[in-house]
């Protein structure tokens, strides 16, 4: 079945650009996503790539697709306190909405 | 609109006893799913209901049911509550009837199982 991993942890300064990892293993996945999670919340859909795409660019978020390495990678631009949160790359397997995540990525931004 | 309420937001119970959780996802959206969440398995897949059905089921035990109503309100049932048990149990409701993973997400309802 399908696997998804991340790093753990990531710290950046504030201003700077955050860039999160993630590999899966499954390469039929047909979109891929990331998720946030801020303290004492549920997820929050960040964004979304098609299969066939290999960039996806929405305001500060840039996500990236290397189909043949099987990695995803998620760049906040200009970082802010406020992007502080567990990240989650997740992928598709089993059908009806059923997804598998990884980890999660703890991002920690200083002044 | 108004987004995924769950609720009870935080509960705590014994091994033995059972519980309940309920979940009302967002107006117009019919599939309800559920995932587990805890520091040591992460996010984990329970099961997923459209239009009153199951249509897919994680690897939990049998102690772990749910249901959804006509009105796309969907609940969730533990029995013979364990210490693992304890978990940030999410909700999350999807507009889409095909297999995007396009989900929004509850707040949660923590159960501490003592």
């Known amino acids: 079945g399908e696997d998804v991993e991340q790093s753990l942890f990531l710290s950046v300064r504030e201003g700077d650009s955050s860039v999160i990892n993630c590999t899966y293993t499954d390469s039929s996945s047909t979109y891929l996503y990331w998720y946030k999670q801020e303290p004492g919340a549920g997820l929050q859909l960040l964004t979304y790539?098609?299969?066939?795409?290999d960039m996806k660019q929405d305001q500060r978020l840039t996500v990236l697709l290397n189909k043949k390495d099987k990695h995803l990678s998620l760049r906040i631009a200009d970082t802010q306190t406020g992007d502080s949160a567990i990240y989650f790359c997740a992928a598709p397997s089993g059908g009806y909405n059923k997804l598998i995540f990884g980890a999660g990525t703890r991002l920690a931004v200083h002044p | 609109k108004a987004g995924v309420t769950q609720t009870p937001r935080y509960l705590i119970k014994t091994r033995g006893q059972q519980v309940t959780l309920s979940c009302s996802p967002i107006s117009g959206h019919r599939s309800v799913s559920w995932y587990q969440q805890t520091p040591g398995q992460g996010l984990q897949f329970l099961f997923e209901y459209f239009s009153e059905t199951q249509r897919n089921k994680g690897n939990f035990p049998g102690r772990f049911s749910g249901r959804q109503f006509s009105n796309s309100r969907s609940e969730m049932n533990v029995s013979t509550l364990e210490l693992g048990d304890s978990a940030l149990y999410l909700c999350?409701?999807?507009?889409?009837?095909?297999?995007?993973?396009?989900?929004?997400f509850g707040e949660g309802s923590r159960l501490t199982v003592l």
């Open positions: 790539i098609f299969s066939n795409m």
């Open positions: 999350a409701s999807s507009s889409m009837t095909g297999n995007t993973g396009e989900l929004f």
